[in-house]
């Protein structure tokens, strides 16, 4: 105790001697080692390693100059540092060169930070700082290592970025930033490494952005949406690592190589072309790389023979492209091959004896392809997963190969014609490796599937056909003449929404077959309604309520998951869909009015417009353009032939009969049975389905794809609706939506709840739509005796597997165009309900296989 008062006594003497000072009690010392204790205790450490009471020189951690002066590096990552960055402490640290404080809890940095311009070293990662990252970024002008990467940045990166000539490695990735990568990142020549992945980045490289890097051995763009071209990156001749996977670079790979090269990475992205094109030369420069993935893109050609003399290359990845069929690649030469996919690689012929002197081996995939003969008999202990479904192997697998499962992290053998006469296999081994075993010498997939259906009863159908057609023609006939009577009570409907109302009191309830819904208003005339396009007209929930006939069943058009939707006239003729939103939501009237505004401004060509909104109490109702030719359940499965009921929304129109292009029209001049309209559908709704994934930033997942979210407008023109209604109702519906519909619900639904919502969910509720427009058939509830999955999509799958894809082809449409095209499309909708969404390709992916196989005119 009386060293700690002796050694007060002697700092207030020197501090007096020196310099007067206010008293004593205002004072505080201009020492680092006052900001350094302060900011420890302000940031929650009550005592560092070494302690207050020694020099801070001698603290764990920081650093001082020769002198024990002045305070040079502070390395403190992993302390518990938590909440902002007080001002008056670490910024005033003039001299410091080197700071550290990555893996806290650090949410904010303060104003003076930006003045420490002596930084050349500076690591912020990991923690929780959010917001733009500030211009003052350009006052660190000696910067050379800037880490800042796991945070929650967000907005645009600051052009001043561009003023750190001296910067070698700038990390930025795991954030939020937004917007393009600015120009002025040219001016930082001396960079060494750069990686701005997994963010919110947008549009294309700046111009000569390859070139402006002369010692970039390091490039990450991973996991952004942008896009481009790969010569776009030429000029990288000292390039090491490349990575511009889950982007959406276009045309040949050619520019993204580079003799250099050790690590490449240009999966899922949408590059073309002839992979022959690619020369590689693995005896030279080639024999540096390490890794290579060029899986998910839309590469075509045969698969590269030139793999023998790659000793180095440990990853190679070249899944889900369009390749050629063709024999397996020779391998013999991959000695350090730790990782092989060539999932949907269209091989065939026999897997080659080298493959199984593969020593190094840990990971091989070769599911989903054409090969034949036995299973690959393995001698590598190294083995972890192998994945050899969807194929036709055939034999007994092998003894050694069995022993070795327990130990393996996964593997299957499904959908072969393998047998296993085996003892001492778990129940659960049996599961996950060979579905659809028997009891007993179980087969790796169901020998059922394989059988073809009988022929017994196409006489049976060809006459339903004809029955049916007759049923269209006449009900045609039918609707003409109903049209014409109809036109005159249309009509008065419509004029009647003109009226001025009288003041009408509420709350107002209305019931429907599947729920109750109320608007608890006390003046509809007080309530507004919101048209966009149209921010002066004065419309109001009296308005509403005249167009529906109060909501009235006569005018209901259907009901879904997020509630029933009403046919009327607005006043100004405008033709519309009224949705109530009927499950309670979780946001307040401002967001959710915001968040329907943001989707009125939503505009693709595929897309069922937004018009309006109103909220009305406690309910959100949502107005749409009205679709005059109904949705694809309608059409394909639920009325005769297509023709709607007389009574059913979408043949009420008022129009002239030769501006009508009701959906009469889509029966009577047999658009719906030709493979030419059904592929123009498909191909619609993935255009639609891809804008949302990848036009929109944030990204809108569907969550609901299916047939009846697919609408025609009057010029036939594939339209999906019902997109990011899910954000309105907040957290209060997400249970709902996971439910699923039945026979559209992906596997992963049924087991990860609503962390599984994602792009690649909708890909596979879209797999279920391309089915039903190339079979005609349902879901569900449709007659599937081959398969004890009792639905469309484990039916179709099966005959794909088996290159039996004709069996499921509509006999409506089977002369209509080439059955090639259709047995494609199964092909594609195979692809969209893979059982693990990594295995799904992303929708412009799908757009562009769907673009490949677009009949001619004169189909």
């Not at 959100?620 to 639920?638: F, K, P, S, T, V």
Request: charged share 20%; hydrophobic share 40%.
């Amino acid at each position: 105790m009386g060293f700690g008062v002796l050694g007060c006594c002697c700092v207030l003497v020197l501090t007096i001697f020196i310099q007067p000072l206010p008293p004593v009690s205002s004072q505080q010392p201009n020492t680092d080692e006052f900001y350094v204790s302060d900011f420890f205790t302000k940031m929650g450490i009550s005592s560092p390693t070494g302690g207050f009471r020694t020099s801070i020189c001698s603290w764990t951690g920081v650093s001082c100059d020769d002198r024990q002066e002045t305070v040079i590096k502070l390395i403190v990552p992993g302390l518990g540092l938590s909440g902002p960055i007080p001002d008056n402490t670490i910024g005033k640290l003039s001299k410091l060169q080197e700071l550290d404080l990555s893996k806290n809890v650090i949410t904010s940095l303060p104003l003076d930070f930006w003045s420490l311009g002596s930084l050349r070293s500076l690591n912020l990662s990991g923690n929780h700082i959010s917001g733009a990252l500030s211009n003052n970024v350009g006052n660190f002008g000696s910067l050379e290592n800037i880490d800042l990467s796991d945070n929650n940045f967000s907005s645009e990166i600051p052009a001043a970025i561009g003023s750190l000539e001296t910067l070698r490695v700038l990390r930025l990735n795991n954030n939020g930033f937004q917007g393009t990568i600015p120009a002025d990142i040219l001016n930082c020549r001396s960079l060494v490494s750069l990686d701005l992945s997994a963010n919110l980045l947008t549009g294309s490289l700046p111009a000569g952005f390859g070139a402006a890097f002369p010692y970039l051995r390091i490039l990450n763009l991973a996991d952004n949406h942008i896009h481009g071209r790969s010569m776009d990156l030429g000029g990288l001749k000292s390039i090491l690592v490349l990575n511009i996977s889950r982007n959406a670079f276009q045309g040949s790979v050619i520019g993204a190589f580079h003799d250099t090269m050790e690590v490449l990475d240009l999966s899922r992205n949408q590059f073309q072309g002839h992979i022959s094109q690619v020369h590689f030369n693995w005896t030279d420069g080639w024999s540096h790389l390490a890794y290579l993935d060029l899986s998910e893109n839309e590469l075509s050609g045969d698969i590269l023979h030139s793999f023998g003399e790659a000793r180095n290359l440990r990853y190679l990845n070249l899944a889900h492209n369009r390749f050629s069929r063709q024999e397996f690649p020779p391998v013999r030469g991959l000695s350090s091959l730790e990782y092989l996919n060539l999932s949907s690689t269209s091989l065939t012929g026999r897997i080659p004896g080298e493959i199984m002197r593969l020593g190094s081996l840990e990971m091989l995939d070769l599911s989903d392809n054409h090969l034949i003969g036995e299973a690959p008999f393995l001698h590598g202990r190294n083995l972890k997963v192998i994945d050899v479904s969807g194929n036709n192997l055939t034999g007994e697998i092998p003894t050694s190969l069995l022993e070795r499962l327990p130990f393996m992290e996964k593997y299957n053998f499904s959908y072969n014609n393998l047998t296993l006469c085996a003892d001492g296999l778990s129940t659960e081994t049996l599961r996950k490796a060979f579905f659809g075993s028997t009891d007993t010498c179980p087969v790796a997939a169901d020998p059922r599937m394989f059988k073809r259906r009988s022929d017994k009863n196409k006489g049976l159908k060809l006459a339903l056909v004809l029955s049916l057609s007759m049923i269209c023609l006449l009900a045609g006939l039918l609707f003409l003449a109903f049209c014409c009577r109809r036109r005159t009570h249309l009509w008065a409907v419509k004029q009647s929404s003109y009226r001025e109302e009288e003041q009408i009191s509420g709350p107002f309830s209305f019931q429907t077959d599947l729920t109750t819904w109320v608007a608890d208003v006390k003046q509809a005339n007080s309530v507004p309604v919101v048209i966009f396009e149209k921010p002066l007209l004065n419309i109001t929930f009296a308005d509403l309520l005249s167009a529906t006939s109060n909501f009235d069943r006569g005018t209901l058009l259907a009901e879904g998951k997020f509630g029933p939707v009403y046919r009327g006239f607005l006043p100004g003729g405008i033709h519309v869909a009224v949705k109530v939103l009927v499950h309670g939501s979780t946001l307040t009237d401002h967001e959710a009015a915001r968040e329907l505004e943001y989707l009125g401004g939503i505009k693709h060509p595929n897309l069922v417009p937004l018009t309006g909104h109103c909220l009305a109490g406690d309910q959100r109702i949502a107005i749409y353009d009205y679709m005059e030719n109904g949705n694809l359940q309608n059409l394909l499965h639920d009325l005769p032939l297509a023709v709607h009921a007389t009574e059913d929304w979408s043949t009420d129109t008022w129009e002239d009969d030769e501006k009508n292009n009701g959906i009469q029209n889509v029966c009577s001049e047999g658009l719906l049975w030709t493979w030419r309209f059904r592929h123009k559908i498909a191909l619609g709704t993935a255009r639609g389905l891809a804008f949302l994934h990848h036009g929109c930033f944030p990204s809108i997942v569907h969550r609901d794809v299916k047939a009846s979210s697919v609408y025609l407008d009057h010029n036939i023109e594939p339209r999906l609706s019902d997109f990011g209604l899910a954000k309105v109702f907040g957290s209060g519906f997400g249970e709902e939506i996971v439910r699923g519909s039945p026979g559209y619900s992906p596997p992963e639904f049924s087991c990860l709840g609503d962390k599984s919502l994602t792009a690649k969910s909708d890909v596979y509720c879209f797999g279920v739509v391309l089915f039903e427009l190339v079979t005609g058939k349902k879901p569900t509830g449709d007659d599937y005796p081959d398969e004890k999955g009792g639905n469309l999509v484990s039916w179709v799958r099966g005959l794909v597997r088996k290159n039996q894809g004709a069996m499921a082809i509509d006999p409506k449409i089977r002369d209509t165009g080439p059955d090639k095209q259709m047995e494609e499309a199964l092909k594609i909708g195979y692809l969209c309900t893979a059982e693990l969404p990594s295995k799904r390709p992303g929708m412009q992916q799908v757009v562009g296989l769907l673009k490949d196989i677009e009949p001619s005119s004169s189909s």
